[in-house]
Structure formats: C-alpha cells, structure tokens
C-alpha cells in the first residue's frame, strides 16, 4: 500500500511563501498522480495540483495558476508544493492525496484518489 507522510504548512502574512512535501512509499502504480487538494471549513475539498509521476509537468487550478507549483524529485518518492504570492483566501487544511488511475477530465476530484496524507493547516493573514 502507499503510505503518506506532510511536512510543511504554517502562517504567513498575504504575498508570503510556503513550501509544502510529501513523502510517498510504497508501489509506484499506486501513485501514478500526485496532487494536493485543500478544504476550507464549510466547503467542498478542492484540488489545488496533480502530477503525473512518470513524468510531464503538473497541471494546477485556476485559482492557484502562477502562483502555486508541483514537483517531484527525481527519485518520484517525494512531492513537493511551492505556494508565492499566498492570498487569504487561500487558508485551508491542504491534503496530500495519491491515486492509481484518474478519469479523463475529471483529475481534480478526490473521489480519483485512494490514499491521503494527514492534513496540514495554512493560514494567510492580510
């Protein structure tokens, strides 16, 4: 099985940085996407950022387009979550999450995704 593990989160004044990692075990088909969501109390969880782990670039949100970056070493068993310019609204509990298999057009739904990290709170004060 894939197993999980967050560093990272914290709070940070608006325009100010983080950086997030994830560090993943366990068989590399199991995790063919990476991504990250995020779950602000009251909402529905969202994705923020999914990579393809046997390679290509991430495919991020539109509301964290040019601000937000996943990566991943080159060893695939970390992922990382570079978040610049952080506006407020962008405080959630930010999930790392991985997944087997994800449905065309349907990468940023959580339901795509079989093992999740333990969560990891961002606040951002203006």
């Known amino acids: 099985q894939v197993h999980l593990v967050e560093s990272g989160g914290g709070s940070v004044q608006a325009g100010g940085s983080l950086r997030f990692s994830c560090d993943a075990s366990?068989?590399?088909?199991?995790?063919?996407?990476m991504g990250w969501f995020r779950q602000a109390p009251g909402t529905e969880r969202e994705g923020v950022a999914v990579i393809y782990t046997s390679g290509g670039g991430g495919i991020h949100a539109d509301s964290v387009k040019g601000r937000f970056t996943i990566s991943q070493d080159n060893a695939k068993n970390r992922v990382y979550l570079q978040m610049n310019s952080l506006k407020p609204e962008d405080t959630a509990m930010y999930y790392c999450a991985a997944g087997e298999r994800v449905r065309s057009g349907t990468i940023f739904r959580a339901d795509n995704y079989a093992q999740w990290g333990q969560g990891t709170q961002v606040t951002v004060s203006s």
């Open positions: 366990g068989a590399l088909v199991s995790r063919r996407y």
